[in-house]
């Protein structure tokens, strides 16, 4: 997310969902585009500020997913998380925000709360490096068990390395 | 050396896991459909766990878009969920609309509306139609597909694709409708009522399929929720989520249609919910294609985000000076530095994208939300208990699609 102007827009706090966020957290920056909210909670608050909104009726996670800011213009961090929520009964979404650094990007797992980030967080990690602590079982889910590095991550190439080529060939004999 | 008989430990009695089959199913298995792997852990026939592994079909479709222009990206989309090609389109041009803040024409979101339906209506014969087949119902599959070829004829006419279409473009579509796909469309409106009555008299009673299905991989509302579910699988367990009323996206707010839901949550329940959408899709079709407004399909010369037609480029300034705008390498679509998430009820579930644009031709970052990754996490849920015989059955009411599992 870039510095935003539309930070202090009046309708932003009148938000009864970011006023019990700011209530936890302190200060959370707050944003709306496209009539869609975002929060940026702390890491060390991540949890709370989630377990807080899913007794404030969002009770669906719809997406648990991140983006790589290391070629992004004005970024303060390296790692966003992004935590999509929605509520089965009233149409409602809340995006949440959560940043990390490197070089140990951690944030706590949201298994406890939904089910549903299981995948999802695994994926994330995967893809991203991103640890997720808590998680009942942290492994990669896309890429092989042996790949070594995180793909999606900006440093990472397009084409050339993980291809089928740099792979050793196992022949019938060495098998 | 040899060892003596004394170091050798020999257990006093076996553990009761001991007892336990482990079978692998898949990655290359008739009844995936696609590439998954299952590894079951089996007491006799009955599944005592389920390990889900997938990453087989893992293409990196989120890295390459990245790297494609927002027009670009779409023929990938087609190869996400390809049994629903039209609804990805839709989907993907949906969220990149958002994030540029593209007002669609009106005879744009009833075009969209009419097609995504039709990938819904193809979708739902495939994967009930596979769920018959797999449980021994070869004729219903065959009424499923032949169905399914009308509805890629309608595609055929309307954009030359079958398959892949790659038919939405950013603010507008590549093809208008055309007289015959009109009458193309409302003669399968009129033929298929009847077939969807086949249909149901041929499965809905059924004493093997009933016996095969309900029942069998119950989901709860309270699971449902937590585990992410949306779609049918969602509805079926009774969670009334339907983004198409919840959040009416494209025309969808003018159209007469009920959300359909059940509340036994089995396997069942979830072939009911899809009969019965194809219903109330072919309702939403009739009244868009009674009710296309008339006037252009794309946005405006004006807007610089849609390509004129070439008689627009060769006759008017406004059209050269648009289409050198969108050609040109170091030009395009202006993209705000800013983040969006948009997301329509795709047949298998809720289908987004969040997307991040940095001001470049491409996406900085093009994170797809794929229905089915949540509907194969709850895969050993939903099958322990159960016979190995009702793996196929689970698996083919989820519909999963591994190519939008792995994209």
Partial sequence: ?175 | MAIAPTEIETPSEARSEDYLWTLNFGPQHPATHTTLRLVLKLEGERVVDAVPEMGYLHSGFEKIGEHLTFNQYVTVTDRMNYISPMANNVAWHHSVETLLGIDLTPRCTYIRTIVAELARISDHLLSNGAVGLDTGAFTYFLYAFYQREVIYDIFETLCGARFTNSYTRVGGVSQDFTPLVIEKTRAFLKTFPKTLNDMERLLNRNRIFVDRTKGVGLLTKEEAINRGATGPVARASGVTRDLRRDDPYLAYSDFDFQVSCASAGDCYARYLVRMQEMRESLKIVEQAIENLPSGPVDVGIDERMALPTKKQVYSTIEGTISHFELSMSNRGFEVPCEEAYAAIEAPNGELGFYLVGDGGEQAYRARCRPPSVLNFAMFPHLIRGHTLSDVVAVLGSLNIIAAELDR
């Fill in chain 1, 1 to 175: 997310m870039t510095d935003s102007t539309e930070t202090k827009e009046p309708k932003a706090v009148e938000n009864p969902h970011v006023v019990a966020l700011i209530e936890l957290c302190g200060t959370v920056e707050s944003s709306t585009f496209r009539n869609q909210q975002r929060v940026v909670v702390p890491a060390e608050k991540s949890l709370d500020a989630l377990s807080l909104l899913k007794s404030r009726g969002f009770d669906l996670l719809i997406d648990v997913s991140c983006v790589d800011y290391l070629e992004y213009r004005g970024a303060k961090h390296r790692y966003g998380l992004v935590y999509l929520l929605a509520s089965t009964t009233g149409h409602q979404r809340l995006t949440i925000r959560v940043f990390v650094d490197d070089p140990e990007p951690t944030v706590a797992s949201v298994v406890p709360l939904w089910e549903a980030a299981n995948w999802l967080e695994r994926e994330v990690w995967d893809l991203f490096g991103i640890r997720f602590t808590g998680h009942p079982d942290l492994r990669r889910l896309v890429m092989p068990e042996e790949f070594t590095a995180h793909p999606l991550r900006k440093d990472y190439p397009l084409q050339g390395r993980g291809e089928r080529h740099n792979f050793p060939v196992i022949t019938r004999d060495h098998s």
